[in-house]
C-alpha cells in the first residue's frame, strides 16, 4: 500500500499548481482521501477532503480557491490550487482513510496511510 504525492513546487504568489495522489496496493474510489499541509514549526493541518460518496470539504482558507478531484482511471485524487499565497506555502500530504470511516473536516487521527509530501513554496 503506497500513495505518492508529486506536482509541489516553487511558484509566485496568484500562480496555480495542481498536485496529484497516486495510489498502488489499493483503490482510491473505496476510501474517504484527504489532503493535509504541514508548514515549518506548525502542526499538521487538514485542507481537503472527498468522501466515497463525492462529499467534498475545504478548510476555510482555501475554500473557492482549491479544488478536490477524484481520477477513477488513474486511481489518482487531485488538488488544484489557485491564486496561491505565500501561507499557503508548506509539504502537502495526501492520505487515505478506513473505507467505513465517516469523515468530514479532514482530521489527522481518521487517517491511516500517508504519502511521503511534496513541498509547495509560495514566493516572489
Known amino acids: 500500500v503506497q500513495l505518492v504525492e508529486s506536482g509541489g513546487g516553487l511558484v509566485q504568489p496568484g500562480s496555480s499548481l495542481r498536485l496529484s495522489c497516486a495510489a498502488s496496493?489499493?483503490?482510491?474510489?473505496?476510501?474517504?482521501i484527504g489532503w493535509f499541509r504541514q508548514a515549518s514549526g506548525k502542526e499538521r493541518e487538514g485542507v481537503s477532503s472527498?468522501?466515497?460518496?463525492?462529499?467534498?470539504y475545504y478548510t476555510e482558507s482555501v475554500k473557492g480557491r482549491f479544488t478536490i478531484s477524484r481520477d477513477t482511471a488513474k486511481n489518482t485524487v487531485y488538488l488544484q490550487m489557485n491564486s496561491l499565497k505565500p501561507e499557503d506555502s508548506a509539504v502537502y500530504y495526501c492520505?487515505?482513510?478506513?473505507?467505513?470511516?465517516?469523515?468530514?473536516?479532514?482530521?489527522?487521527?481518521?487517517?491511516?496511510?500517508w504519502g511521503q509530501g511534496t513541498q509547495v513554496t509560495v514566493s516572489s
Open positions: 492520505a487515505a482513510a478506513n473505507p467505513r470511516a465517516r469523515v468530514g473536516m479532514p482530521r489527522v487521527q481518521d487517517y491511516i496511510f
Open positions: 496496493g489499493f483503490t482510491l474510489d473505496y476510501r474517504p
Open positions: 472527498t468522501t466515497t460518496a463525492g462529499s467534498t
